[in-house]
Every structure is written in structure tokens, then in C-alpha cells.
């Protein structure tokens, strides 16, 4: 049932999810599945946009607009703007010494999460994880496409019907209260922007509160000064906002004429529901110091001058791909979401984002193509291209804003444990990429996010 | 020569090997590099940003340029 009125009503309610993004609608529809009553609060409507409470201003590679675009308040959130891609992070990505953190839960049990939001994302599961070798050391790892499904659309019939989730629109949470001995969220002050009027939600011990607004917006919460000026609700650790990261995207990062035409290595029925991709495998990725890197490939051509010569040279076919990268980036402490000194009309400070690539990040890229160059030679199956000005000068992202409220065991050095609890906190919780402790190689984030929501219901449910 | 074991399979299986020790030895020598070289950058030349052999580049002197439209070589 949606609620627009502002009108709020705390005891009906076991669980409160701030924000209707992927994570927010997957995890209110799990508790709702399982017989309860959950409100969702949104900041937008069910289509009105409220990004200019989330207006950000940028430093290092991305601009203010670029983090704006991508931190949508509206019912769906960034299933708003999402463009269907999702595939899964791999065993060393959860564990990469080369990335130099590694994840406190093991890859193996997120796998039945996330064959379990494949279809919660129109995805295939039998897709989501398919790889196969393709020459020694790099594997034809597709990256599925569907949709793109906007969440709230998707399930707005259910949103809107009594089916255990409300979700009051046009309604922003601006504080959270707290025990006095940090030990429990006790309320949520919220807007509601059509009558302006200001709302508290007291929250009892048997009630849980989940943070799913976003890599910006969690964090923006979560570094709140509260009235007292003491340290934020949630922030104890300090580690709030730290360790942003994206995925740095490089178009036309080179080109490559392959031996072997790549659609050979995924179904028929498929064509046209994945994007072409190789990644290194783990033994070279640990030889080289290498980290995520998707190559991907696209516009298959024959008719292409390089393609032409190798066929003429070797007596077999070749294809011309040009190629888009898809990389992980190192988690710095630097990189960040941090509050300015200017406040939006509900009162809350502005937040300003720093994200700076590492010189390992773009070597890792052009390293990852030139060991795939000097592969495919020796093996006599290819020739790479390497575009140097389109790898260093022409860096965009993926909208992948993850990293800024990260998962881990020790409460001061992360924000939430592996449950996604905050640390100390009997009731308090995050939902999202913000929890990532790394990128998770190159996968898009996406699944990876439902998933996490998922399985912080079972936590949820198992612990009433 | 021992049954089952003719002068030509001996000289095939030697050449075969003789063939193999070449063949890595040349590849170790181009993971090597030049001295003072790059890793990364070993074991072929460049020829507008194409990774290639030498006789790649030999064959394609005077070619049409390779690189997609739009991209500067």
C-alpha cells in the first residue's frame, strides 16, 4: 500500500527499510513473503525524481553531475537508471591479494542468493555464472543482459496492493536516534516533502531499522552530526563514507582479431542476451598481481583489415572485435563520501564524493590486455590492439557506487559485520553495494546487491 | 633397433623434440625482453598500438592503416 498522505504509523510495522532501490524492494519482499510487515520510506514518488537532495559535489575522476545520475531517489532507485548487466564475482575476487582486503564471507555462500535473484532481475540463473576457457590463462566469461528491470515498477502491483509492504513516498529520513548506549536504534525523523511537515518514528527493541539508500545516501545518513554534535549514530567506527570505489570503464580501450568467433561459446538461444567478455584466469591474475578486468567484445566483423591478413596468413578465419574494459579499482581510504558545509532544504548536509584512480588500476587494465595480446600470438589464435590514450585519458564509470559503508569483522575497520549488522547495533542494519569490502572484481553489482538483501532477510527472520 | 621401434619413428620422436626445446627456448627469450625492458611490453613489436610479430610487421609495411575509425594510430 503506498502512503502519501506523510502519515506514519510506527507499531505496524517489524522491519523499516530506508530507500526502494534493488536492495530495499528485494529485501522488503522477502520479510513480506515470510509474513511480515515492513515500511518503506522514499525519499521520490512513485515516478518524480528527487535527486536534488541527493546533489553531490564531485572530486578526483568524476564530476558532481556523474554521482547525481547515478544516486536516484524514486521508487526503484538505481533500477532507474541500470542497464541490465549482471554477473557474479568470482573465487578470487572475495579473496585477492593483489586488492589487499578480502571479503568476510566466503563466494560459496552467496551462490543459492544469487541464483535466487537472477529471476527477481528477469536473469536466467543458469547464466548469470557461465564461463568457459577459451586459450590458457583467459576464460570467456560473458556478462548476461536483460531488462533492464526497474524494481518498483516491477512490482508496483504488490507495492500498491496489502501484501505486507507499504511504502510512504515523498518521505525522507534526516536523523536517526539512538540508545544512549549505541547499542540500538531507538527512532528515524523523517520529511514529508509535499506538506513539509516533520515526522518521528520511534523504533522498539523487536523492530529493525535497514539502511538501503544508496553508496552515497547510506553513508550520507551514517555521517549525520546528531543534535548533541557527539559522533554520528552508526559511525562509531569512523570508517563511514571510507573506501568508495567504482568500476573504471574504458571505451575503445583496443581492439582484437581473434581465431575463434566468441558467439561459438554461448547458446544460440542466448544470442543477444550477453556481451562478449574474457577475463584472466586466477593463476595469472595471481602471477601478474592482476585484479578484476573484463574485456569485452563487440562488433564482430570479418571484414576488417587485420582480420583479413591472419585469415590470409594461417588459412582460418578471423573476427575484428573492438573492445570496452570493465575493471576493478583498489579501495583506498582516501576515496570517499564526506559531508561539505552546505545543508539542503530538509536540513541534511550535502554530501561531497572524492573518487581518484590508482596508477594500479590503469596498469592493471593494460597489463590484462597486453598478457592477452602476447598470448593470443604465441598461440597464434589472435592479435590485440592496445589504445594507450583511451585507457589513461578517457576514464568513465559504471555507476557502481559501492565500497562506503564496508562489511567486515573488525568494528574499526568496517561499518557493518558480515551480516550486515552495524557494528554494535542490535537492530540496525545496511543493504547495498555500500557494504562491498572491494569492487568484487568487475562484476556488475547489481545481483550481487539483491543477493546480500536475500540473505540479510534469512538473517533477519532467523534471528526472531 | 628394438621391436616395435622403427629409425624413422626415433628420428620423428627426436626432431619432435628438438622442435619443442626451439620453440621454448625462443619463447623464454621473448618473455625476457630486451635488457632493461618491460615485462609487459615483451616479446613483440608495435605497429600502431597492434601487438604483432616481426614478420607481422614485415608483411604489413606500407598496409592501410589498422585502427578503427575514429581512432588516432
Not at chain 1, 150 to 160: E, I, S, T, Y
Not at chain 1, 285 to 312: N, V, W
Request: hydrophobic share 40%; charged share 20%; aromatic share 8%.
Amino acid at each position: 500500500m503506498f502512503i502519501t498522505d506523510g502519515g506514519l504509523r510506527s507499531d505496524t510495522y517489524g522491519y523499516f527499510v530506508v530507500g526502494s532501490g534493488p536492495a530495499g524492494v528485494s529485501l522488503a519482499l522477502a520479510l513480506a513473503d515470510a509474513g511480515r510487515r515492513v515500511l518503506i520510506l522514499e525519499s521520490g514518488g512513485e515516478d518524480q525524481f528527487r535527486n536534488e537532495l541527493s546533489n553531490s559535489i564531485g572530486y578526483g575522476h568524476f564530476s558532481g553531475e556523474y554521482w547525481n545520475l547515478h544516486s536516484v531517489r524514486t521508487l526503484g532507485g538505481s533500477s532507474t537508471v541500470w542497464s541490465g548487466w549482471c554477473t557474479t564475482p568470482r573465487e578470487l575476487d572475495f579473496d585477492n591479494p593483489s586488492v589487499g582486503v578480502r571479503w568476510p564471507i566466503p563466494r560459496r555462500e552467496l551462490m543459492p542468493y544469487w541464483r535466487k535473484a537472477a529471476p527477481l532481475l528477469d536473469h536466467d540463473p543458469a547464466f548469470v555464472d557461465f564461463e568457459r576457457p577459451l586459450v590458457p590463462g583467459f576464460l570467456y566469461r560473458p556478462v548476461p543482459v536483460a531488462g533492464p528491470t526497474n524494481v518498483g515498477h516491477r512490482h508496483l502491483a504488490r507495492l500498491k496492493s496489502d501484501g505486507g509492504v507499504d511504502v510512504a513516498t515523498g518521505c525522507s529520513v534526516v536523523a536517526i536516534d539512538a540508545a544512549e548506549s549505541r547499542s540500538a536504534v531507538t527512532g528515524l525523523h523523517c520529511v514529508h516533502h509535499a506538506s513539509g511537515a516533520r515526522r518521528h518514528v520511534a523504533i522498539g527493541g523487536r523492530q529493525r531499522v535497514v539502511l538501503a539508500a544508496g553508496g552515497i545516501g547510506n553513508a550520507r545518513l551514517l555521517l549525520q552530526p546528531p543534535a548533541d554534535g557527539g559522533v554520528p549514530i552508526g559511525n562509531e567506527s569512523g570508517q563511514a563514507g571510507r573506501y568508495l570505489m567504482e568500476h573504471p570503464h574504458l571505451f575503445r580501450a583496443g581492439e582484437c582479431a581473434l581465431g575463434a568467433a566468441l558467439d561459438q561459446y554461448w547458446p544460440a538461444a542466448h544470442e543477444r542476451r550477453g556481451v562478449h567478455a574474457l577475463a584472466v584466469d586466477a593463476d595469472l591474475a595471481r602471477e601478474h598481481g592482476l585484479y578484476g578486468c573484463s574485456i569485452q567484445c563487440s562488433r564482430k566483423t570479418a571484414d576488417h583489415p587485420m582480420a583479413r591478413f591472419l585469415s590470409r596468413e594461417t588459412g582460418r578465419p578471423f573476427f575484428h572485435y573492438g573492445i570496452a574494459v570493465r575493471a576493478e579499482m583498489q579501495p583506498s581510504a582516501g576515496n570517499r563520501v564526506f559531508l561539505t558545509e552546505e545543508r539542503d532544504r530538509t536540513g541534511l548536509f550535502r554530501p561531497g564524493v572524492r573518487c581518484v584512480l590508482d596508477a594500479r588500476d590503469f596498469l592493471n587494465v593494460e597489463q590484462t590486455l597486453r598478457l592477452l595480446g602476447q598470448t593470443l600470438m604465441r598461440l597464434d589464435q589472435g592479435r590485440v590492439r592496445v589504445n594507450n590514450d583511451r585507457i589513461y585519458k578517457n576514464v568513465a564509470g559504471g555507476g557502481h557506487i559501492m565500497g562506503t559503508t564496508r562489511m567486515g569483522e573488525d568494528a574499526s575497520k568496517s561499518v557493518v559485520d558480515p551480516h550486515c549488522r552495524v557494528h554494535g547495533y542490535a537492530n540496525f542494519f545496511v543493504a547495498g553495494s555500500s557494504v562491498f569490502p572491494t569492487g568484487g572484481g568487475y562484476a556488475n553489482p547489481t545481483l550481487t546487491i539483491v543477493a546480500l538483501a536475500l540473505r540479510l532477510a534469512d538473517r533477519l527472520l532467523g534471528e526472531e | 633397433m628394438a621391436e616395435g621401434f622403427s629409425r624413422r619413428g626415433f628420428i620423428g620422436a627426436a626432431g619432435g623434440l628438438l622442435g619443442a626445446w626451439v620453440v621454448a627456448g625462443a619463447c623464454r627469450r621473448r618473455d625476457r625482453g630486451a635488457p632493461g625492458g618491460d615485462p609487459a611490453t615483451a616479446g613483440y613489436v608495435d605497429h600502431e598500438g597492434w601487438m604483432l610479430t616481426p614478420a607481422d610487421k614485415q608483411k604489413l609495411a606500407g598496409a592501410p592503416p589498422l585502427v578503427e575509425p575514429g581512432d588516432a594510430p
